[in-house]
Protein backbone atom coordinates (compact mmCIF):
# COMPACT_ATOMS: atom_id res chain seq x y z
CA UNK A 1 0.00 0.00 0.00
CA UNK A 2 2.82 2.48 0.78
CA UNK A 3 4.37 1.63 -2.43
CA UNK A 4 1.45 2.53 -3.75
CA UNK A 5 0.89 5.63 -2.13
CA UNK A 6 4.10 7.47 -2.86
CA UNK A 7 4.41 6.80 -6.36
CA UNK A 8 0.77 8.46 -6.44
CA UNK A 9 2.54 11.37 -4.58
CA UNK A 10 5.31 11.26 -6.56
CA UNK A 11 3.35 12.30 -9.74
CA UNK A 12 1.11 14.39 -8.05
CA UNK A 13 4.17 16.81 -7.38
CA UNK A 14 5.03 16.37 -11.03
CA UNK A 15 1.42 17.58 -11.67
CA UNK A 16 1.57 20.36 -9.17
CA UNK A 17 4.50 21.35 -10.57
CA UNK A 18 3.01 21.83 -14.15
CA UNK A 19 -0.28 23.62 -12.63
CA UNK A 20 2.20 25.99 -11.88
CA UNK A 21 3.30 26.24 -15.47
CA UNK A 22 0.09 26.85 -15.93
CA UNK A 23 -0.27 29.54 -13.64
CA UNK A 24 2.53 31.66 -15.09
CA UNK A 25 0.95 31.59 -18.46
CA UNK A 26 -1.56 32.54 -17.40
CA UNK A 27 0.29 35.62 -15.35
CA UNK A 28 1.71 36.50 -18.56
CA UNK A 29 -1.55 36.88 -19.95
CA UNK A 30 -2.90 33.72 -21.39
CA UNK A 31 -6.97 33.38 -20.88
CA UNK A 32 -7.60 29.77 -18.78
CA UNK A 33 -8.67 27.37 -20.97
CA UNK A 34 -6.91 28.74 -24.16
CA UNK A 35 -4.75 26.59 -26.41
CA UNK A 36 -1.74 28.13 -24.99
CA UNK A 37 -2.60 27.14 -21.24
CA UNK A 38 -3.10 23.64 -22.37
CA UNK A 39 -0.21 23.59 -24.85
CA UNK A 40 2.07 23.97 -22.15
CA UNK A 41 0.12 21.60 -19.64
CA UNK A 42 0.42 18.60 -22.50
CA UNK A 43 3.73 19.53 -22.78
CA UNK A 44 5.12 19.65 -19.29
CA UNK A 45 3.01 16.15 -19.19
CA UNK A 46 5.27 14.66 -21.50
CA UNK A 47 8.63 15.61 -20.02
CA UNK A 48 10.10 13.47 -17.22
CA UNK A 49 10.02 14.69 -13.82
CA UNK A 50 13.89 15.98 -13.37
CA UNK A 51 13.05 17.97 -17.00
CA UNK A 52 10.17 19.75 -15.54
CA UNK A 53 11.82 20.09 -12.17
CA UNK A 54 14.82 21.88 -13.68
CA UNK A 55 12.70 24.50 -15.78
CA UNK A 56 10.71 24.42 -12.84
CA UNK A 57 13.65 25.92 -10.96
CA UNK A 58 14.78 28.42 -13.73
CA UNK A 59 11.33 30.22 -14.20
CA UNK A 60 9.02 29.61 -11.58
CA UNK A 61 10.77 31.64 -8.74
CA UNK A 62 10.22 29.23 -6.10
CA UNK A 63 11.95 29.28 -2.39
CA UNK A 64 15.27 27.85 -2.37
CA UNK A 65 14.45 25.52 0.79
CA UNK A 66 11.33 24.36 -1.50
CA UNK A 67 14.01 23.68 -4.39
CA UNK A 68 16.47 21.43 -2.32
CA UNK A 69 13.62 19.45 -0.63
CA UNK A 70 11.98 19.05 -4.80
CA UNK A 71 15.50 17.78 -5.88
CA UNK A 72 15.18 15.31 -2.97
CA UNK A 73 11.82 14.03 -3.51
CA UNK A 74 13.52 13.80 -7.24
CA UNK A 75 16.02 11.74 -6.36
CA UNK A 76 13.57 9.42 -3.89
CA UNK A 77 11.16 9.04 -6.59
CA UNK A 78 13.91 7.70 -9.14
CA UNK A 79 15.11 5.64 -6.79
CA UNK A 80 11.79 4.55 -5.79
CA UNK A 81 10.88 4.10 -10.00
CA UNK A 82 14.21 2.47 -11.03
CA UNK A 83 16.10 0.87 -7.65
CA UNK A 84 13.94 0.23 -4.79
CA UNK A 85 12.67 -3.47 -5.86
CA UNK A 86 16.63 -4.56 -6.32
CA UNK A 87 17.87 -3.18 -2.92
CA UNK A 88 14.41 -4.97 -1.38
CA UNK A 89 13.70 -7.72 -3.17
CA UNK A 90 14.12 -9.95 0.46
CA UNK A 91 11.66 -8.33 1.40
CA UNK A 92 9.42 -10.64 0.22
CA UNK A 93 10.73 -13.38 1.94
CA UNK A 94 12.00 -11.43 5.00
CA UNK A 95 10.12 -9.70 7.60
CA UNK A 96 12.29 -7.36 9.00
CA UNK A 97 13.67 -6.45 5.84
CA UNK A 98 10.13 -5.75 4.67
CA UNK A 99 9.30 -3.64 8.11
CA UNK A 100 12.37 -1.38 7.30
CA UNK A 101 11.17 -1.20 3.53
CA UNK A 102 7.66 -0.13 4.83
CA UNK A 103 9.04 2.41 6.85
CA UNK A 104 11.10 4.23 4.42
CA UNK A 105 8.37 4.03 1.92
CA UNK A 106 6.31 5.59 4.47
CA UNK A 107 8.93 8.33 5.16
CA UNK A 108 8.77 8.80 1.79
CA UNK A 109 4.96 9.41 1.17
CA UNK A 110 4.56 11.53 4.08
CA UNK A 111 7.81 13.55 2.21
CA UNK A 112 5.75 13.45 -0.99
CA UNK A 113 2.69 14.57 0.62
CA UNK A 114 4.06 17.19 2.35
CA UNK A 115 5.60 19.07 -0.78
CA UNK A 116 2.38 18.75 -2.36
CA UNK A 117 0.76 20.63 0.38
CA UNK A 118 3.58 22.78 -0.16
CA UNK A 119 2.90 23.30 -3.88
CA UNK A 120 -1.01 23.01 -3.60
CA UNK A 121 -0.51 26.66 -1.22
CA UNK A 122 1.55 28.41 -3.78
CA UNK A 123 -0.72 27.37 -6.85
CA UNK A 124 -3.76 28.78 -4.54
CA UNK A 125 -2.10 32.08 -3.65
CA UNK A 126 -0.92 32.81 -7.21
CA UNK A 127 -4.48 31.98 -8.65
CA UNK A 128 -5.72 34.51 -5.54
CA UNK A 129 -3.22 36.99 -7.15
CA UNK A 130 -4.37 36.59 -10.21
CA UNK A 131 -8.11 37.44 -9.33
CA UNK A 132 -9.19 34.11 -8.48
CA UNK A 133 -11.62 34.14 -5.84
CA UNK A 134 -11.03 31.44 -3.20
CA UNK A 135 -14.12 30.44 -3.10
CA UNK A 136 -14.58 29.78 -6.23
CA UNK A 137 -11.22 27.62 -6.62
CA UNK A 138 -11.81 25.49 -4.10
CA UNK A 139 -15.13 24.85 -5.70
CA UNK A 140 -13.77 24.13 -8.99
CA UNK A 141 -11.30 21.81 -7.05
CA UNK A 142 -13.58 19.95 -5.44
CA UNK A 143 -15.77 19.36 -8.60
CA UNK A 144 -12.56 18.33 -10.67
CA UNK A 145 -11.80 15.93 -8.03
CA UNK A 146 -15.30 14.90 -7.75
CA UNK A 147 -16.08 14.25 -11.21
CA UNK A 148 -12.20 12.28 -12.02
CA UNK A 149 -13.45 10.24 -9.20
CA UNK A 150 -16.79 9.21 -10.53
CA UNK A 151 -14.63 8.23 -14.11
CA UNK A 152 -12.04 6.33 -12.03
CA UNK A 153 -15.05 4.21 -10.37
CA UNK A 154 -16.71 4.19 -13.78
CA UNK A 155 -13.72 2.79 -15.49
CA UNK A 156 -12.88 0.01 -12.60
CA UNK A 157 -15.97 -1.38 -12.00
CA UNK A 158 -16.48 -1.77 -15.72
CA UNK A 159 -13.56 -4.06 -15.72
Same mark, same amino acid.
Request: net charge neutral.
Given at each position: MELGL?????????????NLFAIAELE?? +???GSHRVQSVMDTR????FGRVLRDAISSLNLDPQLVDDLRAALSERNWLVHHSMREYYPAVE?? +?IRRGFYLK???MREEFERLYDIL???CFERMVVLGEDREEIEARIRRTTEEY????????SAT
Open positions: ALVNAQVIESMLTDG +AQRYSQTNA +ALKGRVIALELLARD
